[in-house]
Nanobody, 118 residues
Framework: QVQLVESGGGLVQPGGSLRLSCAAS????????MNWYRQAPGKQRELVAG???????NYADSVKGRFTISRDNAKNAVYLQMNSLKPEDTAAYYC????????????WGQGTQVTVSS
């Protein structure tokens, strides 16, 4: 059973930085994309950033220019560098791997809390 293990969340002041990491505990092949989602209390889960196998990235408008997603295919790992953090970035962050074979399978991490507060 493959699991995604996240790390790097925590409490940071506005304007600060955090780096989230997510790695698969086992081998996963045919991963089409790796993504970061977040969910704040009382709100729906939203896509923050995504990266494909070829390195194409996409970002939510609210984080463009502040967050950077990257991946290490050899390690089945994805990272999210978050700079210039704002209180509205406070949320639980989840990594997501999308595996495409003859069907599409989604894998999810357990979530890591990011709190931006002074």
């Amino acid at each position: 059973q493959v699991q995604l293990v996240e790390s790097g969340g925590g409490l940071v002041q506005p304007g600060g930085s955090l780096r989230l990491s997510c790695a698969a505990s086992g081998s996963i092949f045919d991963i089409a994309s790796m993504n970061w989602y977040r969910q704040a209390p009382g709100k729906q889960r939203e896509l923050v950033a995504g990266i494909t196998t070829t390195g194409t990235t996409n970002y939510a408008d609210s984080v463009k220019g502040r967050f950077t997603i990257s991946r290490d295919n050899a390690k089945n790992a994805v990272y999210l560098q978050m700079n210039s953090l704002k209180p509205e970035d406070t949320a639980a962050y989840y990594c997501n791997f999308v595996r495409v074979t003859w069907r599409t399978t989604n894998y999810w991490g357990q979530g890591t809390q990011v709190t931006v507060s002074s």
